[in-house]
């Protein structure tokens, strides 16, 4: 059974750090791509980054609102994927989503498998 | 960046009834759509993909449709574990495609 199981979450003050983990076991972890995924109170889905599979290269991608203050990493060994999250601001508060991402050959994908999430709560 | 609608953003309806929930891209997505479920307090699941496949251990009641810029999610008779708020999500910009603002299925 694939299970994602995300860690980390806490309360912490704004321009601190936090890294979450996202411990996968049921499949071959080192096989996929990984997405982190957040949603504040009340409101919808928005994407924080992805990390590719060693196979393409374990490369990393990042939104806009993130980018530069977030860092995500894996350890295959491990079968976990890390969310670093640097220079926290009220607007991160949110409950973060690790999930696989299945990509397509030639474009496209879905997110086949979700974690039960880990609040992140950014406050004075 | 590809904008993502639904609509209705809620509806209410009674266990039994068919529901339809349509969900349009601001540019054509072909069949690079998926939807998903969530109940307050879990992780979304994922329920159709490539806008008309099931996924693997989802209820046959629930189906999806369409291509290009507009889909549609019916669940042919409601249960009472379908209620629920549900997202769609491009996928033509995986990885960072952008979900839909939600529709939330409540009880009439």
């Known amino acids: 059974e694939v299970q994602l199981v995300e860690s980390g979450g806490g309360l912490v003050k704004p321009g601190r750090s936090l890294r979450l983990s996202c411990t996968a076991s049921g499949f071959t972890f080192g096989d996929y791509a990984m997405s982190w995924f957040r949603q504040a109170p009340g409101k919808g889905l928005e994407w924080v980054g992805f990390i590719r599979s060693k196979a393409y290269g374990g490369t990393t991608e990042y939104a806009a609102s993130v980018k530069g203050r977030f860092t995500i990493s894996r350890d295959d060994s491990k079968s976990i994927a890390y969310l670093q999250m640097n220079s926290l601001k009220t607007e991160d508060t949110a409950v973060y989503y690790c999930t696989r991402l299945m990509v397509y050959a030639i474009r496209g994908g879905r997110l086949d498998y979700w974690g039960q999430g880990t609040l992140v709560t950014v406050s004075s | 960046d590809i904008q993502m609608t639904q609509s209705p953003s809620s509806l209410s309806a009674s266990v039994g009834d068919r529901v339809t929930i349509t969900c349009r891209a601001s540019?054509?997505?072909?069949?690079?759509l998926n939807w998903y479920q969530q109940k307050p307090g879990k992780a979304p699941k994922l329920l159709i993909y490539a806008a008309s496949s099931l996924q693997s251990g989802v209820p046959s009641r629930f189906s999806g449709s369409g291509s290009g810029t507009d889909f549609t999610l019916t669940i042919s008779s409601l249960q009472p574990e379908d209620f629920a708020t549900y997202y769609c999500q491009q996928s033509y910009s995986t990885p960072s495609g952008t979900f839909g603002p939600g529709t939330k299925v409540d009880i009439k």
């Open positions: 540019q054509s997505i072909s069949s690079y």
